[in-house]
């Protein structure tokens, strides 16, 4: 009886796993037939990300925007909504939180650092509140809005940035290192990657939204609109408030991993001419971890690894690093073909029993 | 002659529970089979399994007389057998013929030729009798019609074996005789069905033999002419069933639900409530008896809120609640048994458990400071399981795994152990079983003892002469006459409902 069970869970759990074997099988390919060694490229990257600490930190340090955006997109999905404006929230919330290090650069570090995570935490939670509002109130799809939120967000950073906090470099001043997350500790034990505190809030969002999901009031709404508004109600419960709630809390994750790279990775923003990719790599990440936090831990440590052991790919194979987009490309397009592979596992398995 | 369908030694397993466990069918050639059995006994997981859904575990199927390998629901057009669900899967936003032509359409010139479907769908409702406009929207016609579409869509693919799954259990009594007059008329026309339904009523109305089964086992096959309602029930249970109602007697309290002069707009600012006044008691079963489309839902829908209020008032236990919210109405005291369970009713992708605190899951015990008490909700789910006997391997598993049945008892159970001070039961034993009826009408009078006033809006006659204290009949957004149960019969019901007051020509 509990043998279906399984199997069930089990396929769900094997289509990420057999996507990245894919994955990086045609990856192999691609090379094999460009005439390098895929033996050589793979083993960097391994070697690389697990034997030195420079490549190590820097994969965890990659991974933490990526795990936060990550959970942003499936934060909405678990409630019904599809978020594809990660990437503008995120914009959003970096500026806000550097803005905040640089405006307030007088304050004590433990009340500047976590006001200005706060100030990228609230820009993203507005950027998402939009949108969702306008899908409770207007019935706008928050697909279409979102995309648009993200152009807005983008040219209102570079506006925001070259009126009022310009300097050489195309850039926002470094922020004041009471508002930094930086570590010289992390960065020793790293071989001077630029690790930083941050993944400490990663670890603290990911706890944050299985428990808000699954373990409060909050969240059995919130899913409960996700499955069904006519239920809920029903039921009781204020459709229109839980949607813009859910794209609040979307948004809040996507501005938390802003915050991340202003006062982590980069210590400023850049004007940004196009968008940063994180937040789509996102919902990429979101798509591969199944929509589970822990799922989204696993496939951003995948991307982030991938990402950074393709420097080491590039230098020791001369594998060009484009690959790796390539690579990640193609996993994400097994993945979203996965209930094809389903389906045809099914036909099988039904083939075979009545043999 | 061979059996036009025999399904031999069938076996399916869900996590937790065996639902077809050895099963035997064989349906005749011309025939109206009916399969029998109480809900989650097993009836549409073996018609899946006879329509390519789900693969048996063990078993073998004959079509014809012929052994056959359905994989699945193309492999089973192909046989020639066609299934209409216990839940529709049309496209609300196509029309009838598009709906019917769907997947395999006429085409001219490499292009859908809408006229060709339109003459075919004609021809084919007009033979069998089942008078569909091929031009409507499927989403601007009634829950009836759409079935007749449903219908239609298997003759169109040629299908000589129909398996309806318990069409009757959402139509009206109208529509009930209608549709057995199209199933003689099908199988008068060479067409073998099976049937699926809960009411006796109707397979003596219509069918030949039975095949009846009980928690995933085949009990008997037997011949209509040779056997009696009785009997088929008591096989269905497994013991004596009582369908007589021992109601309580009837001792009104004061008014819980007053509402005055009430008017409902629908979106085509139609006035489908227009003027409605209406008192229920505290210890009471007020019925409301009407065809289908008179005002029932949006009355309903207008005390729980969900249906915005033009003009009038609605008072609960005497606090005004007309267009509150539908949590501040809940907390008020009402209980809301909806008739569409599966869009109303539950959220079919939560777990039963989650299901029984979909309106308390925010009140203690269930929470506490904003955090959900898993434990005590399963307690919750685990005594309601028991107490109503929802069959169902655990509280964990999703609503959608749950049988017909046994998701409306999930609904019933959750609204009745909150013992609320008005419960509106619309629709309330829709698809459950003769002893699930019998357990429900209890539960009903048992609420109505303690003081509590039931609204039951129901299109059985029976049920609501039965079970009320007083009936009030619906017309045209009004109420137009309250008449007592037990100076009235199902022939001066239909004639109020018609319009007709009493003693007048014409209302
Ligand atoms: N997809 C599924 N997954 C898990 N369990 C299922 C699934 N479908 C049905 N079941 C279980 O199998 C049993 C039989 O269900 P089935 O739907 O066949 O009952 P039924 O006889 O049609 O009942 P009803 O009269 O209430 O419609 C039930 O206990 C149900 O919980
Ligand atoms: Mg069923």
Not at chain 2, 3 to 27: C, S, W
Request: contains cysteine; aromatic residues 8%.
């Amino acid at each position: 009886m509990n043998q279906l069970l399984k199997k069930i869970s089990w396929m769900t759990l094997l289509i990420p796993v057999i996507s990245v074997i894919l994955g990086l099988l045609c990856g192999a390919i691609i090379m094999w037939a460009t005439g390098y060694d895929p033996l050589l490229a793979y083993s960097s990257i391994v070697q690389s990300i697990f034997l030195q600490p420079y490549y190590a930190g820097e994969t965890i340090r990659a991974m933490i925007p990526l795990v936060l955006s990550g959970l942003a997109v499936a934060f909405a999905f678990r409630t019904g909504l599809f978020n594809i404006g990660v990437e503008g929230q995120l914009m959003a919330g970096w500026f806000a939180s550097v803005a905040c290090a640089i405006g307030f650069d007088s304050l004590p570090k433990f009340i500047l650092l976590p006001l200005s995570i706060l100030a990228g935490a609230v820009a993203g939670g507005l950027w998402g509140l939009i949108p969702g509002f306008l899908k409770a109130r207007f019935k706008v799809h928050e697909v279409i809005s979102t995309i648009m939120m993200n152009y807005i967000s983008l040219y209102t950073t570079s506006y925001l940035i070259k009126t009022f906090l310009f300097t050489q470099g195309e850039r926002t001043p470094t922020i004041p290192p009471a508002a930094s997350l930086a570590s010289n500790f992390l960065a020793n034990l790293t071989q001077g990657s630029r690790l930083h505190w941050g993944f400490i809030v990663a670890i603290l969002a990911v706890i944050a939204m299985w428990f808000i999901l699954w373990r409060t009031t909050m969240g059995f709404e919130l899913r409960s609109v996700g499955f069904s508004q006519d239920a809920s109600q029903y039921a009781g419960m204020n459709v229109s408030r839980n949607i813009i709630l859910s794209m609040t809390i979307s948004g809040i994750f996507a501005g938390l991993a802003g915050a991340m790279e202003g006062l982590g990775t980069y210590q400023y923003m850049m004007i940004n001419a196009t968008f940063t990719g994180i937040g789509f790599n996102g919902i990429a990440v979101a798509l591969l971890g199944l929509n589970t936090p822990i799922g989204v831990v696993l496939s951003g440590a995948l991307f982030a690894g991938l990402q950074t052991g393709g420097l080491t790919m590039q230098s020791v194979a001369g594998v060009p690093i484009e690959l790796i987009q390539i690579i990640i490309a193609l996993i994400i397009f097994f993945v979203g073909s996965g209930y094809v592979v389903q389906w045809a596992w099914g036909r099988f398995m039904g083939r075979r029993h009545k043999a | 002659m061979p059996y036009a369908i025999e399904m031999r030694h069938i076996r399916k397993e869900f996590p937790g529970i065996v639902a077809n466990d050895d099963i035997t069918l064989q349906v005749e050639e011309g025939e109206i089979h009916a399969l029998f059995g109480e809900n989650g006994a097993g009836k549409s997981t073996l018609m899946n399994i006879l329509f390519g859904l789900y693969q048996p575990d063990q078993g073998e199927i004959y079509v014809h007389g012929k052994k056959a390998e359905i994989h699945n629901p193309n492999d089973a057009n192909q046989l020639g057998i066609g299934m209409v669900h216990q839940h529709f899967m049309l496209v609300e936003n196509f029309t009838v013929a598009e709906n019917i032509v769907l997947g395999k359409e006429p085409k001219r010139f490499g292009r859908l030729d809408m006229k060709e479907a339109v003459r075919i769908v004609r021809e084919l409702s007009e033979r069998y009798g089942l008078k569909v406009d091929p031009l409507k929207k499927v989403e601007d016609i009634t829950v009836g019609m759409q079935q007749r579409v449903e219908i239609l869509k298997t003759l169109y693919r040629g299908s000589d074996i129909l398996i309806l799954d318990e069409p009757t259990a959402v139509l009206t009594p109208l529509e009930i005789q209608e549709l057995i007059e199209i199933m003689k008329k099908l199988v008068q026309e060479g067409k073998s069905i099976i049937l699926i339904t809960h009411k006796l009523k109707e397979i003596f109305e219509s069918c030949s033999s039975c095949t009846v089964i009980r928690r995933g086992k085949m009990i008997d096959r037997v011949k209509i002419d040779e056997t009696s309602p009785e009997e088929l029930a008591n096989m269905m249970v497994g013991r004596k069933v009582n369908t007589q109602i021992n109601n309580a007697p009837y001792e009104p309290k004061e008014a819980v639900l007053e509402i005055k002069d009430l008017v409902v707009q629908d979106a085509r600012k139609v006035h489908t409530v227009n003027g409605l006044n209406l008192t229920v008691h505290g210890g009471e079963i007020l019925g409301i008896a009407g065809v289908d489309g008179n005002g029932q839902q949006e009355l309903v829908q207008a005390i729980a809120g969900l249906a915005k209020v033009t003009q009038g008032s609605i008072a609960l236990d005497g606090k005004d609640i007309t267009n509150r919210h539908t949590r501040k109405i809940i907390e008020a005291g009402l209980g809301y048994i909806p008739e569409d369970r599966q869009k109303h009713g539950l959220v079919m992708n939560f777990t039963v458990g989650e299901n029984t605190v979909l309106q308390t899951y925010y009140q203690r015990p269930f929470s506490n400071l904003g955090v959900l008490n898993h434990s005590v909700i399963s307690k919750k789910a685990k005594q309601l399981i028991q107490e109503f006997d929802v069959r169902t391997p655990s509280e964990k598993v999703l609503a959608r795994s749950l049988s017909g049945g046994n998701q409306q008892k999930v609904i019933v159970a959750r609204e009745v152990d909150r013992s609320p001070k008005l419960l509106i039961a619309a629709q309330p034993t829709r698809g459950l079983d003769i002893g699930a009826i019998e357990f429900i009408h209890g539960k009903l009078i048992e609420e109505k003892k303690k003081g509590r006033a039931v609204l039951l809006v129901s299109f059985e006659l029976d049920e609501i002469l039965h079970l009320s204290d007083r009936i009030a009949v619906i017309y045209e957004g009004k109420i137009i006459d309250i008449v007592n149960p037990k100076e009235t019969d199902e022939r001066e019901l239909g004639l109020l409902m018609a319009g007709r007051k009493k003693g007048a020509e014409q209302a």
